[in-house]
């Protein structure tokens, strides 16, 4: 947040002591405008509500409230002030600067509130495909997009600003729930070089705080056959050559996160648990000898899917200018059939098993403000995901499952 302070002629103000303080930041943070009436607040944590206090001898006080700091955007704020012979307070209330005149780049910002209030699915890969210039791959295990008409592997994901890319493929490495989302800046195009190599899109992942007031809050959704329907009956779609969405047979999801401060203004604690879990049928083949004359049957089978996320935050004060912010995420996932291998010409033994995906995710920022122009920051982020798809139970016996009728033999091999 920056800005500038002249008096009612429009000459510049230094010596105005500005304070800045919000829900966001821990405590308050005060500079003193330069000889051109300039000040500037490097660093603020994302938030609503912010405000300014402007103080000068013989002038009026100036307090600016509802000010909004967006992740990688700066909030430009003008101020006049008035001479006063007597100790005045003038309050304003006004809309927050929406447009950065400090910046070039091309970005779409969601907030909390937005991904709350609009109808999309609880996961960043849905959110992600509503922005501008974004399309789907439609490879639904990949869960990448092109962003700006870039490659799938041309787009940087970062939680807190650290970067959680797998090296090799450039996806995303983890899955962090949708509800610790303080704010998600979409970057387009004129990426800062603090990004790094991205061709395509920066997706900035803001996670929330604390705060110096207790609040929590909960999410459940549920789900089943008996609670969707088709618009279509079986003699319209058979018109058109169309068979009925196979569908959810459940869905279950629930959510409770919790904040506040351990010591106000000095320590606070953010804390998310989610767990979901929902089935889905699945069309395979009945193996056996008639397979050979390319015969097939078919049968639908259930596969589960259950994922569990853990997320928790500690924000320090550890002085006014030095704050340090330790995050921890954790998922697991569990299928017993990897549906992203199961096709419709296999025997569902013929397949993987999802068996139980560990991911731990640790991020470490330490932030240092010297003085208004000059600042610093430390990160340190590590990453394991362990990934495990062996043969499910099904597979571990000597039947044949495959039928090469090219070579006219079977085979033992699970699908891969």
């Keep these: 947040m920056n800005g500038k302070v002249v008096d009612s002629e429009g000459n510049p103000l230094p010596g105005v002591t500005v304070t800045v303080q919000g829900p ?3 405590g308050k943070m005060s500079f003193v405008t330069t000889q051109s009436g300039l000040f500037r607040f490097p660093s603020l ?5 912010y405000q300014l206090t402007f103080e000068l001898s013989g002038f009026k006080t100036v307090i600016r409230k509802g000010l ?31 447009v950065d005149v400090k910046s070039s780049k091309t970005t779409v910002n969601y907030s909390k509130d937005f991904i709350y209030n609009v109808p999309m699915a609880r996961d960043l890969y849905d959110v992600l495909n509503s922005i501008p210039g974004s399309v789907s791959e ?9 962003i700006s008409g870039s490659t799938v592997r041309g787009n940087q994901y970062a939680v807190d600003g650290v970067t959680i890319n797998d090296p090799v493929v450039m996806y995303p490495m983890t899955n962090i ?9 979409f970057g387009l195009s004129g990426h800062p070089a603090s990004v790094g190599i991205a061709d395509g899109g920066f997706i900035n992942i803001v996670t929330k705080s604390g ?37 959810w047979n459940s869905w279950k999801d629930f959510s409770l996160y919790v904040g506040g401060p351990i010591i106000k203004d ?17 069309n395979h083949v009945i193996w056996d000898d008639t397979i050979a004359q390319g015969k097939r049957v078919y049968t639908l089978d259930t596969a589960p899917h259950k994922e569990g ?3 928790g935050k500690l924000t320090f004060q550890l002085a006014s200018n030095l704050r340090l912010m330790t995050t921890y995420n954790l998922t697991t996932i569990t299928e017993d059939f990897y549906t992203n291998r199961i096709q419709n010409y296999l025997d569902k033994t013929a397949t993987t098993k999802w068996d139980g995906e560990t991911g731990h995710t640790f991020s470490a920022q330490l932030n240092w403000v010297i003085n208004q122009n000059f600042f610093m920051d430390f990160r340190l982020g590590f990453i394991r995901r362990w990934f495990p798809i062996p043969y499910s139970e099904y597979a571990i016996n000597d039947a044949p499952r495959n039928y090469d009728r090219y070579w006219g033999i079977y085979r033992n091999q699970s699908s891969f």
Excluded: C
């Design 24 to 26: 966001a930041l821990q």
């Design 68 to 98: 909004k700091v967006s992740v990688g955007k700066t909030t430009t704020v003008s101020i006049q002030m008035e001479m006063s012979a007597l100790e005045e307070e003038v309050t304003v209330v006004a809309e927050s600067p929406v």
């Design 309 to 311: 996320n853990f997320f």
């Design 211 to 247: 705060g110096n007031e207790f609040h929590g809050g909960a999410t459940v959704e549920f789900y089943n056959k008996d609670m969707q329907v088709s618009l279509l009956s079986e003699e319209d779609l058979k018109a058109v050559g169309l068979t009925k969405p196979t569908g």
């Design 45 to 49: 944590l994302p938030g609503s509500d």
């Design 266 to 282: 000095r320590i606070w604690f953010f804390t998310n648990g989610r767990f979901f879990t929902w089935e889905r049928d699945f």
């Design 138 to 146: 439609g490879v639904s295990y990949r869960r990448t997009s092109f």
């Design 177 to 185: 729930n949708i509800d610790v989302y303080e704010e998600v800046e």
